[in-house]
């Protein structure tokens, strides 16, 4: 548990540090219609990481996220996001997986620094819990919320690689058939974004 503790921090002070030099730099006399991103433009954007559990009794696992986003505002946009991971099941008496999947609805604010966007974000959603125990499967479902951050790099004015740090804070345990497991995760990616 720690180690993912440690690995968290290590990825939200590499999100802090490539901010650092966006803040600092001075805002650009672009007009409103040549900004990247701009009210009337939409981003879609896949990305790959860790799923980080909170159960003590599962292990790091991979997780897969696609997601669309439309921007009221070169500030402020709305970001629906469609994700899955699995990560196996440890000290029972049966091997297995739980593999969470997540349909989020989330308001993103960014900061404009030049070809670095630091961003924070927060909504929630379904979470939708499949299991497999012993080669039983069953489900749960449950509704949660999440919030976090990441950073935006511009290699093009249209096109950018995404990292992000999400906490999945859903309440109470996700119901297996053999045993409950706590709902709640993290989630680290790393993806590419592209602007439209």
Do not use: C
Not at 55 to 74: A, H, K, M, R
Request: hydrophobic share 35%.
């Amino acid at each position: 548990m720690s180690r993912t503790f440690r690995m968290m921090g290590v990825m939200l002070t590499l999100v802090a540090l490539a901010s650092a030099p966006a803040a600092a730099q001075s805002r650009s006399s672009r007009t409103q219609s040549s900004r990247v991103p701009n009210g009337s433009m939409f981003g879609l954007g896949m990305a790959t990481g860790v799923l980080a559990p909170s159960s003590i009794d599962q292990n790091n696992g991979w997780y897969l996220t696609v997601n669309g986003e439309g921007y009221f505002t070169p500030r402020v946009s709305a970001r629906a996001q469609f994700g899955g991971g699995w990560s196996d099941i440890f000290g029972h008496s049966f091997a297995g997986q739980v593999k969470p999947m997540v349909l989020l609805g989330n308001l993103v604010y960014n900061w404009e620094g030049g070809k670095v966007h630091p961003y924070v974000t927060g909504g929630g959603g379904m979470y939708h819990y499949r299991f497999t125990e012993a080669g039983v499967d069953s489900s749960d479902t449950k509704a949660g919320v999440d919030f976090g951050g990441g950073a935006e790099y511009f290699f093009t004015r249209h096109d950018t690689l995404t990292g992000e740090v999400l906490f999945h804070a859903v309440p109470g345990m996700a119901n297996g058939r053999s045993a409950d497991y706590k709902a709640r995760f993290w989630t680290v990616t790393g993806g590419y974004k592209k602007y439209f």
